[in-house]
C-alpha cells in the first residue's frame, strides 16, 4: 500500500525549533518530488515547501523562505522539514504529499502532523 | 489573500449540478495546469483534478475540469450528500520563487 506518515509535531515556543519527517513506502521513494503542505486552523491550503527526487531543486514559500529547510534521504525512504525560528502563524497541520509521476499534482497525502507554535 | 481567487461557499441540493470558479493571473493559470483537491472534514486533501481536466482513476466523471485563459472551473454533476466538502485549486506560478500555490478553497454545502 502506498503510504506517507509524518511525524515529528508539536507544541513548540515561538523562536523554537522543530523537525518534521515523513515515511515514505509502498513506492520508490526516490523516483518521485515531494512536497510539504500546511494548513492552519479554520483556513485554507498553503504550499510550503517542494524538492526534487534528486534534491536538485528546492523552492519555498516566501512566508517560509530563510526559517525552513526542506530535505529528504533517499536511502531511508524519508523526507524532513526543519523548521526554526516559529512564529505563531506558523501553527498548522503539516502534510507531506507525493508529486505524481507525469504531471504536477499531488496525488499521495499523509494524514498531517499538528505544529503549534505558542508560549 | 490567496493568489487564486475562489467563492468561499458554494451550495446546491442533491442531484443538481454546481460549479466552482478558480481566477488567477497569466504567470499561473494563464500559463499552467490547473489541479484540484478535494478535503472532506477532518481528512487530508484528495487529487480531484489534474492537467485542468483529467481524473485519477477511481474519481467519478462526475466531477469534471475546464480552464479559459486565466480562469478555471471545477464541475460537480448529480450532487451527492458525500460530495460535502472544501474545494481548493492550484496551479504553478512562473512569477514566485516557491512552489505552487491554492485558492483561498471553497466550502460546498449540500442542501
Known amino acids: 500500500e502506498v503510504q506517507l506518515v509524518e511525524s515529528g509535531g508539536g507544541l513548540v515556543q515561538p523562536g523554537g525549533s522543530l523537525r518534521l519527517s515523513c515515511a515514505a513506502s509502498g513506492f520508490t521513494f526516490s523516483t518521485y518530488s515531494m512536497n510539504w503542505v500546511r494548513q492552519a486552523p479554520g483556513k485554507g491550503l498553503e504550499w510550503v515547501s517542494y524538492?526534487?527526487?534528486?534534491?536538485?531543486?528546492?523552492s519555498y514559500a516566501d512566508s517560509v523562505k530563510g526559517r525552513f529547510t526542506i530535505s529528504r534521504d533517499n536511502a531511508k525512504n524519508s523526507l524532513y522539514l526543519q523548521m526554526n525560528s516559529l512564529r505563531d502563524e506558523d501553527t498548522a497541520v503539516y502534510y507531506c504529499a507525493r508529486t505524481a509521476a507525469g504531471h504536477y499534482g499531488m496525488d499521495v497525502w499523509g494524514q498531517g502532523t499538528t505544529v503549534t507554535v505558542s508560549s | 489573500q490567496s493568489v487564486l481567487t475562489q467563492p468561499p461557499s458554494a451550495s446546491g441540493t442533491p442531484g443538481q449540478r454546481v460549479t466552482i470558479s478558480c481566477s488567477g493571473s497569466?504567470?499561473?493559470?494563464?500559463?499552467?495546469?490547473v489541479y484540484w483537491y478535494q478535503q472532506l472534514p477532518g481528512t487530508a486533501p484528495k487529487l480531484l483534478i489534474y492537467?485542468?481536466?483529467q481524473r485519477p482513476s477511481g474519481v467519478p466523471d462526475r466531477f469534471s475540469g475546464s480552464k479559459s485563459g486565466t480562469s478555471a472551473s471545477l464541475a460537480i454533476s448529480g450532487l451527492r450528500s458525500e460530495d460535502e466538502a472544501d474545494y481548493y485549486c492550484?496551479?504553478?506560478?512562473?512569477?514566485?520563487?516557491?512552489?505552487?500555490?491554492f485558492g483561498g478553497g471553497t466550502k460546498l454545502t449540500v442542501l
Open positions: 492537467r485542468n481536466n
Open positions: 497569466s504567470s499561473n493559470i494563464g500559463s499552467n495546469y
Open positions: 524538492i526534487t527526487s534528486g534534491s536538485s531543486t528546492i
Open positions: 492550484a496551479a504553478w506560478d512562473d512569477s514566485l520563487s516557491g512552489p505552487g500555490v
